[in-house]
């Protein structure tokens, strides 16, 4: 299988995790493949246009085919038969077909290989009579070049040595360029052969008077000539690129140009390639394309571009005769290279290049009348057409159907099945069709017989006929046949369930005014549609009808089409499914929120739950929030995703205190279906503050301690407030002492020190007292009353006993509604009052403190 | 409609041949009812780079149709063809697409495929009798999920 490396499928975009191939562009394989429009398209196929004969009186096939021309907007072909050993000139129409013998070119041409036959076309004259000759030359020199005139074919003779008598011309190879013809080869071949040039003629192309008055050809009235390259080297190609004669030798491809004799120059192109035989170049007119002894090459006249890299290996070898072949096809824009295939031996195979994307493709035509084998290509050649023929014979036998869309379907038998036939399908509304591109709804390529009239109108007659065309010219018409179509089938056709009672509704268009609409229908998990009702008369336009006599909770399917008596019914609509009863209505039954705080931002969390009946996917929670009762604002609109329905939102608050609003609600509503709002509209109660909700913000615990003294009776010694900061550190205090049975009451009121913030919160206000028993008593106590004052005015007030010997702490706490009475911070006192209880006699007791304090809480 | 042809002549024969027009004269056959396929294989696409690793899964070619057409798919990955259960024998997978005739439009048919590897490539087949009316290929695309790149290495001094 052919390997070709270079080909991109020009792919943009793609989706995520897709990308076209190849990337960079490549093909393995692209076997009869072609690029077509930018796109790949599968090669056209070949067909016989014409089968060649000798001459004799019963003729027989040809054996070969040397070469191909088109000529006088025909086609001609020169072709061998070994049996009479002659070489033909065959015409042929410009669609190749309708071939006729012109005659003898060469006789007595032993073997098909003794010649290698090239042609070149020229015309003149003028425009009341037009003249063409068509040139046959042998480029290998061994016979004589002959000119076909359009009625004879004729030998070449003309006085190119100037010695005043014609002699017999043996061109290798004929061209016309810039109004003159240009002969090559080796001159006066045999015994002094002279080295390889170029003749030109002048005028070169017909002139429409004879200049010379002689039996030469007018073309021949005057000659001269010019070397190219290197003296001796045979000339194998001539063709044109871009007003440039291009011509080749073995290895050396060289550029003429100029406008008469004083004018030709020549220009060395490349010193090293060339065209490897007479049909191993062909021209778009702007670059020349040939196949060299080093591959494909490409010339503008100027430079010479290696076009072959990827494929050389595809070819065995090329030599100087007819084997290598080269043709333009312009409408496509593609160069056919016939050559050997690396795994064979014939001219089998050709290399497609596009010209315009510079791409290369292979393939092989095929002609085995059962057997498929390869084409053998002896000769290759396109004819830019003017004046083609039409189609040979037209359609007939057409008849028409009505489809599975109640559309009209038309068949026919193709009278011309030639390539590049088509057919046109006519229609009206009217018998007696006259097809014209007024009443033209389609065409169809070669070979395809069938029609389907997609855009045919419902309940309506259609006449139609079909033609061929060819060329630009049309067959005519096929047998007219008419079709009446089908009703107009429901469309829009949906089912939905009911409840009370339930069922299905299906709702439909109906597209046939007043026409009957038969409903199907079936269990969707098995059986077959029966019928189960027909509703009479239904007008155009919305509709629908509701089915209650399937069981609840069953899955149904059904279909619709139009009816009438007299009218071909519609076809079936659309299967449609739906469950006879329709759920419940998905509900939220209850809600709730919870405030939470994270790095200073409070988030709200709305959660509901749901009551078993939502569909996932589909039924959705549309949460508002509505900030100080204002305008409810959509927040999000939560889908389904369990059955349940429960679900939650996390609404972000802000920081507290929040300086846009004071309260929040929330809002959900609950939608079926996505679209149908339910009954379900929760609203909370009323608004509420989520800062409120939170916890006590975070705070360090703070001692306000003694700053002054402000009383003192019975502590000993002042100043107290100093000794009472720190603990034992800094000293400590006491009280009356108490001997025996007896007690003593003393009390100091000391100032508090300021603290370093105001507390936020009323809570954990604690008075802290840290105290022991001294004296030698063993049973008796000190009763302690501390009271913290704001100035004068008693804030709170406890009380607590100490028996201990060693110092320990009493903590106080202060209720929430007693710090609230807090209003100055800077402003406050503790007094404490002590009685001292002495329980034994003859043993003492002492009031001893250490410390005193207020311990607050002050914001972090 | 184009207007010009293309003839070849037999080199062991006496007969002359004109070539279709490619996109219009398609839905046809050779000389003699020869049918001819015409084949189609990517070069090898590595996503994720040589020694690279791929999860496989899908091939879509995008066409533009009128009419009817049959088309073979096949994917190979790594040289490999895939394939796909048959009952439960594994057998190649070579996916028949049964294209029906229609208005002139674009169409992407798709291969799903279940393959880890390195490199993958794509083959179309499409024998000629079996397109009616005009069918161009405009572009293949893999998708695949890359599962390991190649590794790569940083130069390396003397």
């Known amino acids: 299988m052919p390997r070709l490396d270079i080909f991109p499928i020009q792919v943009l975009g793609g989706i995520e995790q897709s990308k076209p191939i190849p990337e960079a562009g490549d093909m393995e394989t692209l076997e009869n493949f072609l690029i077509f429009r930018g796109r790949l398209g599968v090669r056209a196929p070949v067909a016989v246009s014409s089968t060649l004969q000798d001459d004799q009186g019963t003729p027989a096939d040809v054996d070969a085919i040397y070469d191909l021309v088109a000529h006088d907007n025909k086609l001609y072909a020169l072709s061998y038969s070994s049996s009479q050993t002659d070489v033909y000139l065959h015409e042929m129409d410009a669609d190749g077909e309708n071939p006729s013998n012109l005659g003898v070119v060469w006789s007595s041409v032993s073997s098909e290989s003794d010649v290698v036959p090239v042609m070149a076309s020229i015309s003149g004259g003028d425009a009341t009579s ?36 014609d002699e017999d011309i043996t061109f290798s190879i004929v061209y016309p360029y810039k109004f003159h013809l240009w002969g090559t080869g080796f001159f006066e071949p045999g015994a002094n052969p002279r080295p390889e040039m170029l003749r030109f003629s002048t005028p070169g192309l017909i002139p429409a008077n004879d200049i010379a008055g002689g039996n030469n050809p007018k073309e021949w009235h005057h000659a001269d000539h010019r070397s190219v390259g290197v003296r001796g080297r045979k000339i194998t190609a001539i063709t044109e690129a871009s007003a440039n004669m291009v011509v080749c030798q073995n290895s050396a491809t060289h550029a003429v140009f100029g406008y008469n004799a004083d004018s030709w120059q020549t220009r060395i192109v490349s010193a090293h390639v060339g065209a490897v035989g007479p049909y191993a170049i062909t021209t778009d007119g702007i670059r020349a394309y040939m196949w060299t002894s080093d591959g494909p090459f490409m010339t503008d006249a100027r430079q010479m571009v290696d076009i072959g890299g990827p494929i050389k290996e595809e070819v065995l070898s090329v030599d100087g005769g007819q ?101 046109t399908i006519h229609r009206d509304t009217s018998p007696s069709i006259t097809p014209g591109a007024g009443n033209e709804i389609g065409e169809v390529f070669s070979g395809v017989s069938t029609f389907d009239d997609s855009s045919a109108a419902a309940k309506t007659t259609y006449y139609y006929v079909v033609r061929h065309e060819r060329n630009g010219q049309n067959s005519a018409a096929s047998n007219e046949v008419s079709q009446k179509t089908a009703l107009a089938k429901p469309t ?35 059986g077959s549609f029966a019928d189960l009702t027909t509703l009479s008369s239904i007008a155009s336009g919305a509709q629908s009808h509701d089915d209650t006599t399937g069981t609840s909770g069953e899955d149904y399917d059904y279909r619709l089409r139009a009816e009438e008596t007299g009218e071909t019914a519609s076809p079936w609509s659309d299967t449609v499914s739906a469950t006879a009863g329709q759920p419940a209505d ?3 039954s209850s809600t709730g929120h919870t405030t939470t705080e994270n790095g200073g931002v409070v988030t709200v969390t709305v959660n509901w739950n749901g009551n078993g009946d939502f569909e ?139 603290p370093s913030d105001t507390p936020v919160v009323d809570k954990d206000h604690t008075i802290k007292v840290t105290s022991k028993k001294g004296g030698t008593s063993t049973q008796g106590f000190i009763q302690f009353t501390a009271t913290v004052k ?42 404490i009052d002590s009685d001292t209880v002495g329980e034994e006699s003859g043993e003492s007791v002492i009031a001893f403190i250490t410390k005193l304090a207020l311990e607050i809480p002050v914001p972090i | 409609m184009p207007n010009t042809k293309v003839f070849i002549g037999d080199d062991a024969g006496p007969k002359v041949y004109k070539v279709g027009s490619i996109g219009v ?66 057998t190649d997978q070579s996916v028949q697409f049964d294209l029906s005739s229609s208005a002139l439009k674009e169409e992407v048919i798709e291969m799903d495929i279940k393959a880890v590897g390195t490199f993958i490539q794509a083959q179309l087949e499409i024998d000629s009798d079996d397109i009616g009316g005009l069918l161009l290929v405009e572009s293949i695309a893999v998708h695949y999920i890359p599962v390991r790149s190649a590794k790569t290495r940083s130069a390396e001094s003397q």
């Open chain 1, 323 to 423: 084997e290598t072949q080269a043709v333009f096809s312009p409408d496509d824009g593609i160069v056919y290279f016939v050559v050997k295939p690396s795994e064979g031996s014939a001219t089998d195979l050709y290399l497609a290049f596009d010209t315009v994307r510079q791409r290369w493709m292979s393939g092989s035509w095929l002609d085995g009348a059962g057997t498929a084998t390869k084409i053998n290509v002896g000769a290759a050649a396109f004819l830019k057409a003017q004046n083609l023929p039409g189609p040979s014979a037209a359609p007939s036998s057409l008849s028409v159907s009505l489809n599975s869309d109640g559309k009209p379907s038309l068949s026919w038998t193709s009278g011309d099945t030639a390539l590049g036939v088509t057919t």
């Open chain 1, 492 to 526: 829009g056709v949906s089912a939905v369930s009911i409840q009370s009672p339930d069922g299905v509704r299906i709702n439909y268009t109906q597209n046939s005014n007043n026409s009957d609409i038969k409903i199907q229908r079936k269990l969707s998990s098995s």
């Open chain 1, 616 to 754: 996932v996917g589909v039924d959705t929670v549309k949460v508002y929030s509505i900030l100080d009762g204002g305008t409810p604002n959509l927040e999000t609109t939560w889908v389904a995703t369990n059955t349940t329905g429960s679900g939650s939102y996390d609404y972000e608050w802000g920081q507290c205190p929040n300086p846009s609003a004071s309260t929040l609600q929330f809002k959900l509503e609950v939608y079926k279906g996505g679209s149908t709002l339910n009954d379900t509209n929760y609203e909370e109660a009323s608004g509420f503050d989520p800062c409120s909700e939170l916890g006590p913000p975070p705070s360090n615990p703070e001692d306000l301690t003694p700053d002054g003294d402000i009383s003192n009776s019975g502590y000993s010694t002042a100043p107290l407030h100093s000794k009472l900061v720190s603990g034992s550190s800094d000293g400590e205090i006491q009280g009356t002492t108490v001997n025996g049975i007896s007690s003593a009451q003393d009390s100091f009121e000391v100032s508090l020190s300021d």
């Open chain 2, 25 to 90: 004269d398609t839905g046809s056959q050779d000389a003699a009812g020869d049918i001819y396929t015409a084949t189609l294989k990517t070069e090898r696409f590595s996503p994720a780079g040589e020694g690279g690793l791929n999860y496989f899964r899908r091939v879509s070619i995008r066409l533009l149709k009128s009419g009817s057409a049959t088309i073979v798919g096949k994917v190979f990955v790594d040289d490999t063809q895939t394939q796909i259960y048959s009952g439960s024998t594994l």
């Open chain 1, 586 to 588: 998905p509900q939220i």
């Open chain 1, 790 to 831: 704001q100035g004068s005015t008693t804030i709170a007030s406890k009380s607590f006993s100490n028996f201990s010997t060693s110092y320990n702490t009493a903590s106080l706490n202060l209720t929430e509604s007693e710090a609230s009475n807090i209003t100055d911070y800077t402003d406050l006192r503790i007094e």
């Open chain 1, 130 to 165: 037009p003249e063409s000759r068509l040139y046959i030359s042998d480029y290998d020199q061994n016979e004589v070049t002959k000119f076909y005139d359009g009625t004879t074919i004729n030998t070449l003779q003309a006085d190119l040595d100037n010695d005043s008598t």
